[in-house]
């Protein structure tokens, strides 16, 4: 048997008439919102990637020797086109398959790759991260959450937050703390451990548009076979880089590990300025005319960058801390399209009582939500750091505490 790749037109063509056979079309009249997920989703999403793995179509650019098929990232685009017009697992996508599972293919063990990386890709495990903690804001190494080794096992304490469809996860990368007399950047582990496990406590955070995709976890005794552990012990650092590398990739859009696209319609949607202008009557006003093609440009210029990064990044042109473009990009124009959208909306945003306009309406509350994009995958000024400090090579910022024994380092409560 040959082991020539596919060509992308063959695949193409093989996908476009699989996709037919076994995918369900997208309603037209059914309202896809991208911002809130019912539980009903997941189950559906993992039924539908098991659908793509039982076809040969999950994982991609995965290898095959863990459930993937071994493609090329322009296989992943043209599956990615052909898929458009069909219900496809989006849900997965991340934080499951584009980065945990990214970073257990280059970080995991053989057996952690066979087991939750094939599981990930073939929809009978998901998994999450655990990151963030209450104290810690952006400082990530100054984390608390503690795992003490006692013989063949982690004993876990602590707590975390913001962790995206934790409760929809099986399983999650938890960044924790092994020796608190290194340095606080070499005295982490990152560990696999159960979500949903009588040690761990787990509630949904409501946000203000109403969404509870967030979680926290408390910790209490939470006890895991060391056979978890990715990588080596206190070396978590390097390991958490290399997963906050395929967030940044993901949040951007440049993920070779995902496929599909959010559907465009419903009132998320709907969130064009075009629309929105020609809605409240200003798409002759000149002031207006100009707002939208200016965020037009920012959006081809944000494609642009999303495409010649990501290829940049596979062929080894440009460094991997390139993703952090991408990150910054999202963060800052998704914002000026929210802030420029109210500007068009004026009180409509918040007043209007127009029979079917769901989109007009959520104007209102997506810009209340606007900030997010400079916060998830790690705020715009740590991008920013990034891009100056490993991609221009400037000098890095003094970090007083960057050698002292993280037990001797003074932080808040």
């Known amino acids: 048997m040959s082991d020539q790749m596919e060509s992308v037109e063959d695949f193409r063509m093989r996908a476009r008439a699989w996709l037919?056979?076994?995918?369900?079309?997208?309603?037209?009249?059914?309202?896809?919102?991208?911002?809130?997920?019912?539980?009903?989703?997941?189950?559906?999403?993992?039924?539908l990637q098991k659908k793509l793995f039982a076809g040969g179509f999950a994982g991609l650019c995965f290898p095959k020797e863990y459930g993937g098929q071994g493609l090329s990232l322009a296989h992943q685009q043209a599956f990615t086109e052909e898929s458009i017009a069909y219900e496809m697992p989006l849900r997965l996508n991340v934080p499951s398959l584009s980065i945990c599972s990214g970073m257990l293919l280059d970080m995991g063990s053989e057996e952690q790759k066979q087991k939750y990386l094939r599981g990930a890709i073939s929809g009978e495990i998901i998994l999450c991260q655990f990151l963030s903690e209450p104290s810690g804001g952006s400082d990530l190494a100054g984390l608390l959450t503690r795992a003490q080794r006692d013989g063949d096992t982690y004993v876990i304490n602590g707590q975390k937050c913001w962790s995206t469809y934790a409760y929809a996860a099986d399983f999650a990368t938890c960044l924790v703390r092994t020796d608190w007399d290194a340095p606080k950047h070499r005295g982490l582990s990152m560990i696999i451990v159960p979500v949903h496990d009588d040690a761990t406590h787990l509630q949904r955070v409501r946000m203000v548009d109403g969404s509870d995709e967030f979680c926290e976890e408390y910790f209490t005794d939470l006890v895991v076979p060391?056979?978890?552990?990715?990588?080596?012990?206190?070396?978590?650092w390097t390991v958490g880089q290399r997963?906050?590398?395929?967030?940044?990739?993901?949040?951007?859009?440049?993920?070779?590990?995902?496929?599909?696209?959010?559907p465009s319609r419903g009132s998320s949607a709907g969130l064009t300025?075009?629309?929105?202008?020609?809605?409240v009557g200003k798409d002759k006003d000149e002031a207006t005319r100009e707002l939208v093609g200016w965020q037009n440009a920012l959006d081809t210029v944000n494609y642009q960058l999303i495409k010649r990064v990501t290829v940049g990044m596979t062929s080894g042109e440009y460094?991997?801390?390139?993703?952090?473009?991408?990150?910054?990009?999202?963060?800052?124009?998704?914002?000026?399209?929210?802030?420029?959208?109210?500007?068009?909306?004026?009180?409509?945003?918040v007043t209007s009582t127009v029979e079917g306009d769901g989109y007009l309406r959520s104007v209102g509350v997506q810009y209340l939500m606007r900030q997010g994009a400079s916060l998830g995958g790690g705020s715009a000024?740590?991008?920013?750091?990034?891009?100056?400090?490993?991609?221009?090579?400037?000098?890095?910022?003094?970090?007083?505490?960057?050698?002292?024994?993280?037990?001797?380092i003074r932080r808040g409560r």
């Open 20 to 47: 037919a056979d076994n995918m369900p079309k997208l309603d037209p009249n059914k309202e896809y919102n991208t911002n809130r997920v019912a539980d009903r989703e997941w189950v559906e999403h993992r039924e």
């Open 381 to 408: 000024e740590m991008s920013k750091n990034m891009i100056s400090e490993r991609v221009l090579m400037m000098p890095r910022e003094m970090a007083a505490d960057r050698d002292v024994p993280f037990r001797e």
């Open 226 to 236: 060391a056979a978890n552990l990715v990588g080596t012990e206190n070396d978590g």
């Open 319 to 349: 460094p991997a801390m390139s993703s952090s473009m991408m990150r910054l990009a999202h963060a800052e124009i998704p914002q000026n399209k929210m802030d420029a959208m109210l500007e068009i909306a004026g009180d409509e945003a």
């Open 273 to 279: 300025l075009e629309n929105l202008a020609r809605e």
């Open 243 to 262: 997963q906050l590398f395929y967030e940044r990739q993901a949040v951007g859009g440049g993920s070779p590990y995902t496929s599909g696209r959010a």
